[in-house]
């Protein structure tokens, strides 16, 4: 067992002043200045505490201006819809989401967020957007470009340094700030639980509870650090299942024990750490709330577990509404908004723009206007929503509304990222078995690398320029024999099955070096190789650092961060 490492416990303290009382003189001012006085609408950039401010605004708010201020959409295409410029400019959207089609040009990203930025600051109420991605590192990366692949989560945890985790936020978060996005839908707390799942996999930093809450914390630290809002996700946890809730509503059959003991204890430590949102999930726990429905519209879960029992104070978030774990429970888009607003949610995600007249806006005014409580729960995340803004972009640290677009180019990727994640891959590479086969002699012949990903085939070649290259596919088990040594990148159930043949198929005399891309699971399965590294990620910083552990640059250090795996030696 590895020393527990402790990081410094944040206090976030909020300070929530009342508002004075004003005195007015006896006599009674002109008529035309009490008109004055009486008409001006509250703005966000009043000089006012945070909480009154937020109240007097949400006070002067049309009931189209609540709901629309907790919604928070995206749009397909380079540039802004029609549909999502007007839900700004007409109905003062409150946050808008950068998804990942579209986003090799990261200048036209940055140009999409300050358009936008510009239609909400000229609103009644000049209220600044919140701006989000998944900018997870490792796998998910919605915005691409010029920003860097990043070895992720499940490295991290092989490396289980804090420090790694922190600078990856921060690299990550100032990418994004350089482009205007102000928030990110990360780090993914959920724990690799079920070895099957692919849905999560990689994007955990692995198994462990207390490992997974350290290292989230300071990735959260790390991004705050480069002034965007972290957002741990998907409570209460999504590791326990190997289906996707974008396809289906999984279901996670724990009892309350478990679910306090493992699941939660990643939540706990980052709401003790300042936390500013937390993404619920569209997974249901039938032990736990009784029902059949997602967390994400359990009134139990949100409120008397996240926020009451764990004393959460931030915004909650819907994962995409759009998804089929939430819509298929509800019937129907608009019936999964308004059962989110009713469970205690902030701010309903949706992947796509709903069109003005859409059941999806029109149901729900409806339900403002005939269900006072309805209403009030609108009311209540509105204000929330407004008074993080008011604490985030009054703080003097956060992201500029209107990004520079000129520097982009200075500033993504980020001064000094490519160093530190190249040092990060290197410390999360894993021997997993096999160390007196390594290292390989960089100028040996007789050596074939083959993969999946032509840069996997490329870093090898430039570490071992006398070796041969091949795509990987099932004519390898034709000829692989002829080679001294290969060097395969296991990656897919597919990759699995060619390894298994080959394996088969060589002699004795054949060296077969394997070198887990993505999951190491994949492990348990071969035909016990000569050696095996795990590196996590497809990101070409891992394949330079996995590389260069075979050419013997250095000794690996990281370790499996996955408990239960069986080793096949």
Not at 154 to 181: C, K, Q, R
């Given at each position: 067992?590895?020393?527990?490492?402790?990081?410094?416990?944040?206090?976030a303290?909020s300070?929530i002043?009342?508002?004075?009382?004003?005195?007015?003189?006896?006599?009674?001012?002109?008529?035309d200045?009490?008109?004055e006085?009486?008409?001006?609408l509250?703005?966000?950039?009043?000089?006012?505490?945070?909480?009154?401010?937020?109240?007097?605004?949400?006070?002067?708010m049309?009931?189209?201006?609540?709901?629309?201020?907790?919604?928070?959409?995206?749009w397909a295409?380079?540039?802004p819809?029609r549909?999502?410029?007007?839900w700004?400019?007409e109905?003062?959207l409150g946050?808008?989401?950068?998804?990942?089609?579209?986003?090799?040009?990261?200048?036209?990203?940055?140009?999409?967020v300050?358009?936008?930025?510009?239609?909400a600051?000229?609103?009644?109420?000049?209220?600044?957007l919140?701006?989000?991605?998944?900018?997870?590192?490792?796998?998910?990366?919605?915005?691409?470009?010029l920003?860097?692949?990043?070895p992720g989560?499940?490295?991290i945890g092989?490396s289980?340094?804090?420090?790694?985790?922190y600078y990856?936020g921060?690299?990550?978060a100032?990418?994004?700030?350089?482009?205007?996005?102000n928030?990110?839908?990360?780090p993914?707390i959920?724990?690799?639980?079920d070895h099957?799942?692919?849905?999560?996999?990689t994007?955990?930093?692995?198994?462990?509870?207390?490992?997974?809450?350290?290292?989230?914390?300071?990735?959260?630290?790390?991004?705050?650090?480069a002034?965007?809002?972290?957002?741990?996700k998907?409570?209460?946890g999504h590791?326990d299942?190997?289906?996707?809730?974008h396809?289906?509503?999984?279901?996670?059959?724990i009892?309350m024990?478990?679910?306090w003991?493992r699941?939660l204890?990643?939540f706990?430590?980052?709401?003790?750490s300042g936390?500013?949102?937390?993404?619920?999930?569209h997974?249901?726990?039938?032990g736990?709330?009784?029902?059949?429905?997602p967390a994400?519209?359990?009134?139990?879960?949100?409120?008397d577990?996240?926020?009451?029992?764990l004393?959460?104070?931030?915004?909650?978030?819907?994962d995409?509404i759009?998804?089929?774990?939430?819509?298929?429970?509800?019937?129907?888009?608009?019936?999964?908004v308004e059962?989110?607003?009713m469970?205690?949610?902030?701010?309903?995600?949706?992947?796509?723009?709903?069109?003005?007249?859409?059941a999806?806006?029109?149901?729900?005014?409806?339900n403002?206007?005939?269900?006072?409580e309805?209403?009030?729960?609108v009311?209540?995340?509105?204000?929330?929503?407004?008074?993080?803004?008011?604490?985030?972009?009054?703080?003097?640290d956060?992201?500029?509304?209107?990004?520079d677009?000129e520097?982009?180019?200075?500033r993504?990727p980020?001064?000094?990222?490519?160093e530190?994640?190249?040092?990060?891959?290197?410390?999360s590479i894993t021997l997993?078995?096999?160390g007196?086969?390594?290292p390989?002699?960089?100028?040996?012949?007789g050596?074939?690398?083959?993969?999946?990903?032509?840069?996997?085939?490329?870093?090898?070649?430039?570490r071992?320029?006398?070796?041969?290259?091949a795509?990987m596919?099932?004519?390898?088990?034709?000829?692989?024999?002829?080679?001294d040594?290969?060097i395969?990148?296991?990656?897919?159930e597919?990759?699995?099955?060619?390894?298994?043949?080959?394996?088969?198929s060589?002699?004795?005399?054949?060296?077969?070096?394997?070198?887990?891309?993505?999951?190491?699971?994949?492990?348990?399965?071969?035909e016990?190789p000569?050696a095996?590294?795990?590196?996590?990620?497809?990101s070409p910083f891992?394949f330079?650092a996995?590389?260069?552990a075979?050419a013997?640059?250095?000794?690996p250090?990281?370790?499996?961060?996955?408990?239960?795996?069986r080793?096949?030696?």
């Amino acid at each position: 067992m590895r020393p527990r490492i402790l990081l410094p416990l944040i206090l976030a303290i909020s300070v929530i002043a009342a508002g004075a009382s004003v005195v007015f003189p006896e006599e009674q001012p002109p008529a035309d200045t009490e008109q004055e006085f009486t008409d001006r609408l509250p703005s966000f950039q009043d000089d006012k505490p945070h909480h009154q401010l937020a109240r007097e605004i949400t006070e002067a708010m049309t009931d189209e201006e609540l709901l629309a201020q907790i919604f928070m959409f995206g749009w397909a295409g380079g540039e802004p819809s029609r549909e999502v410029t007007a839900w700004v400019e007409e109905r003062f959207l409150g946050s808008i989401k950068i998804f990942g089609w579209n986003t090799d040009d990261t200048r036209k990203v940055a140009g999409a967020v300050s358009f936008l930025q510009k239609k909400a600051e000229n609103g009644r109420f000049k209220i600044p957007l919140f701006v989000a991605t998944d900018q997870e590192g490792g796998l998910i990366r919605h915005v691409k470009g010029l920003t860097s692949e990043t070895p992720g989560n499940l490295a991290i945890g092989a490396s289980a340094l804090p420090s790694d985790a922190y600078y990856s936020g921060y690299y990550i978060a100032m990418e994004l700030a350089a482009l205007g996005i102000n928030m990110n839908f990360a780090p993914t707390i959920d724990l690799y639980t079920d070895h099957d799942s692919t849905v999560i996999g990689t994007r955990s930093f692995g198994e462990n509870p207390e490992a997974a809450g350290i290292l989230g914390a300071a990735f959260a630290e790390g991004t705050k650090a480069a002034g965007v809002l972290a957002t741990a996700k998907h409570f209460p946890g999504h590791g326990d299942t190997s289906l996707d809730s974008h396809g289906h509503l999984p279901v996670i059959g724990i009892d309350m024990e478990t679910l306090w003991e493992r699941e939660l204890v990643p939540f706990k430590a980052l709401i003790e750490s300042g936390i500013p949102a937390v993404m619920s999930a569209h997974l249901n726990f039938p032990g736990i709330t009784d029902s059949s429905e997602p967390a994400t519209f359990s009134r139990y879960l949100l409120e008397d577990i996240l926020r009451e029992k764990l004393g959460f104070r931030g915004l909650v978030i819907t994962d995409d509404i759009m998804m089929n774990g939430a819509t298929r429970y509800a019937g129907s888009v608009s019936k999964a908004v308004e059962l989110a607003i009713m469970a205690g949610n902030d701010i309903i995600e949706s992947s796509a723009t709903p069109a003005f007249d859409e059941a999806f806006w029109t149901r729900n005014i409806n339900n403002m206007k005939r269900r006072p409580e309805f209403r009030e729960k609108v009311k209540e995340a509105a204000c929330r929503v407004i008074e993080a803004k008011l604490r985030y972009f009054k703080s003097g640290d956060s992201v500029p509304v209107f990004p520079d677009i000129e520097k982009i180019p200075e500033r993504v990727p980020a001064p000094g990222a490519e160093e530190f994640f190249l040092s990060q891959a290197a410390r999360s590479i894993t021997l997993v078995y096999g160390g007196e086969n390594l290292p390989l002699d960089t100028g040996s012949s007789g050596i074939l690398i083959t993969g999946a990903f032509p840069e996997f085939r490329e870093a090898g070649k430039k570490r071992f320029p006398n070796a041969d290259t091949a795509l990987m596919n099932g004519m390898l088990v034709n000829y692989a024999g002829n080679y001294d040594t290969i060097i395969f990148a296991l990656s897919s159930e597919n990759s699995l099955s060619i390894l298994n043949r080959i394996e088969s198929s060589i002699s004795d005399e054949t060296k077969v070096i394997v070198v887990s891309v993505l999951s190491p699971v994949l492990l348990e399965r071969t035909e016990i190789p000569d050696a095996a590294l795990a590196a996590y990620s497809y990101s070409p910083f891992s394949f330079e650092a996995a590389f260069a552990a075979i050419a013997g640059d250095f000794t690996p250090t990281g370790e499996l961060p996955l408990e239960g795996m069986r080793i096949p030696r």
